[in-house]
């Protein structure tokens, strides 16, 4: 069970059938979600509503959602979970292929409609198909894996990012609690860390429909925290795991996370968490 409730990776792949009970208990996750119903009928719990499921369907469910299905007919579920990570890896994506508007579609959805994304019929087998070719590849041990994978992935989002447009076009960012607005903020911050343009103040003022000067106010009152200290800690988290999980050296690391230089990244690093970069080597 802990398979389906946490992951390690930043993309993995899961499919089960469920012929009587989904078996698993109401949840959330520490993930995002997309849930695919190969086949099958019976009702989704999401949030606070409850609809009907069959056979095509798919849900998107961010780490806010908590959900559960009620099995009618024997149901076989495909599940593709991904983390913010492979967001902030979106370098790796084809710059012609993937665009922000796209990402932000995707990573600030809020779940205001219970019922399966899809909104043009046609997209139904576009979906499907390219999630089992992200399946298919995932254990692939052959080389260029991981570029197929994230860009078999950044196809999946764009089909997926035409759909929820288009089926909460509607949406404004009125009605947003603050809690959520932050929450929203602050992903956004960390999905573009990398990117000095867009984590400026103005256009994260244009982008939430705020005030240039009431943004960092903002922040500061609901997450307890600067701006800039909030930028420093995501790229600090981001070397940790590239310290870990690749094979860069720490001049890299430096250059690709904008820092100075590699002395500088090593006096932050420290600081923030009182080791050396070198530790991890």
């Known amino acids: 069970m802990a398979q389906r409730f946490y992951i390690t990776k930043d993309l993995d792949v899961l499919e089960f059938e469920a012929v009587n009970e989904w078996g ?3 949840h959330k996750h520490n993930f995002f979600e997309l849930t695919f119903v190969l086949y099958g009928k019976g009702q989704h719990v999401l949030n606070e509503s409850i609809i009907n499921y069959k056979t095509g369907d798919i ?19 495909g599940i593709i979970k991904f983390t913010e990570q492979l967001f902030l890896e979106k370098s790796t994506f084809s710059v012609q292929v993937y665009g922000q508007k796209n990402i932000d579609a995707v990573i600030f959805h809020a779940n205001i409609i219970a019922e399966s994304i899809v909104h043009f019929e046609h ?14 590849e995932i254990n692939n041990k052959l080389v260029f894996n991981r570029h197929v994978l994230t860009e078999l992935f950044a196809a999946l989002l764009l ?6 447009k288009a089926s909460i076009k509607n949406k404004t960012s009125e009605g947003i609690s603050d809690q959520e607005k932050i929450e929203n903020i602050l992903a956004y911050i960390r ?3 990398l990117d000095k343009e867009l984590i400026k103040i103005k256009r994260i003022a244009e982008e939430f429909y705020m ?3 009431y943004v960092s106010v903002f922040i500061k009152k609901h997450a307890g925290i600067s701006i800039q200290q909030y ?4 790229k600090i988290k981001m070397a940790e795991r590239l310290l870990k999980q690749s094979n860069l050296g720490i001049n890299e690391i430096a250059d690709k996370l904008g820092f100075v230089d590699a002395s500088h990244f090593n006096k932050i690093f420290k600081k923030y968490t009182g080791k050396n970069p070198s530790a991890y080597e």
Do not use: C, M
């Open 24 to 26: 698993y208990p109401r």
């Open 59 to 77: 849900f998107f469910l961010t780490p806010k959602d908590e959900h559960e299905f009620i099995i009618a007919e024997p149901t076989r579920f």
């Open 123 to 136: 997209d139904k087998a576009q979906l499907t198909g390219l999630y089992h070719l992200i399946k298919n």
């Open 159 to 164: 089909v997926l990012s035409r759909n929820l």
């Open 191 to 193: 999905q573009n860390v």
């Open 211 to 213: 005030s240039p000067n």
């Open 231 to 234: 930028v420093i800690q995501t």
